[in-house]
């Protein structure tokens, strides 16, 4: 073979080596590329799904709103929910326990929406009361406020209980001053204050210390039931009170409400 020749045959064999690392590495990043791609396909995958939850959700809250203002026979709007505030599902659950009852003395840690629309549906059944414990004395304020202006006087009340030391089986907790507590038998007692930030597991002490109080057949309902500190806390009450059955009512941000041995 010529010089010239084996020169040619040196460059084309390099070049197809050049060639063939080229193709390999075309081919690693073409599966990168497939890779991201089924990614970006299954997270697009789960938003869909998500989003799709979460509108069926809020349509069943737009229901639970209109069955409510229909049952409660109000035509003016109702205080703003969700947020701070209970949720439509939660308030259509309350409105429906204490219509069960026939009306019902129902006692609440925590103050606001809940509160007035409970007014409204013992108002609409034209028997019980609802009386809210409330810490601070500017939401107390405000609830008092919408109770007057919406004329729900008869039907419900809030008393000042500000947070303080309160021992439970030499446990201390911050929780609502024992001597503002009502006296008398309780049907339904909501559990949505104190706040969280207040201290950890806030809302525990609601069923140690109300315990003597609620009736056979009295139902506590607890609010935001998904966060850890409510986890917890139901936990806890299940463990400590073994008399009582918790279930899990399927909100926005998850209730559950014990009753005794069911
Ligand atoms: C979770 S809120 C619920 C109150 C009531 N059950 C309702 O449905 O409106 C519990 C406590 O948070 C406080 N609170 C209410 N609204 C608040 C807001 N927008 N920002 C900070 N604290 C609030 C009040 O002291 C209230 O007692």
Known sequence: MRRSDRMLLLELTEGLGDLS???????????????????????AAANRKAAKAAARGLYAQVEDLMA?????????????????????????????????????????????????????????????????????????????????????????????????????????WRWYLPAALPGGEIDVLVVDGPPGRTGPQARYPALPVLLSQLGSDAAVVLDDADRPDERAIVARWCADFEEFTAERLPFERGAVVLRRGR
Do not use: K
């Open 21 to 43: 690392a080229a193709v390999a590495a075309l081919g690693e990043s073409q599966q990168r590329i497939e890779r991201r791609l089924d990614a970006i396909e299954a997270e």
């Open 68 to 172: 409510l203002q229909q049952g409660l026979g109000v035509e003016a709007p109702l205080p703003r929910m969700r947020g701070w505030a209970a949720g439509p599902e939660l308030m259509r659950f309350l409105f429906e326990e204490v219509a069960a009852r026939g009306g019902a003395r129902v006692l609440e840690c925590g103050s606001g929406t809940s509160t007035v629309v409970l007014a409204y549906a013992l108002r609409a059944l034209g028997s019980g009361r609802v009386t809210a414990l409330e810490h601070d004395p500017a939401y107390a304020a405000r609830t008092r406020r919408e109770i007057a202006e919406r004329g729900l006087g008869e039907w419900a009340e809030v008393v000042d209980a500000p947070l303080t030391a309160v021992d439970i089986d030499g446990e201390s």
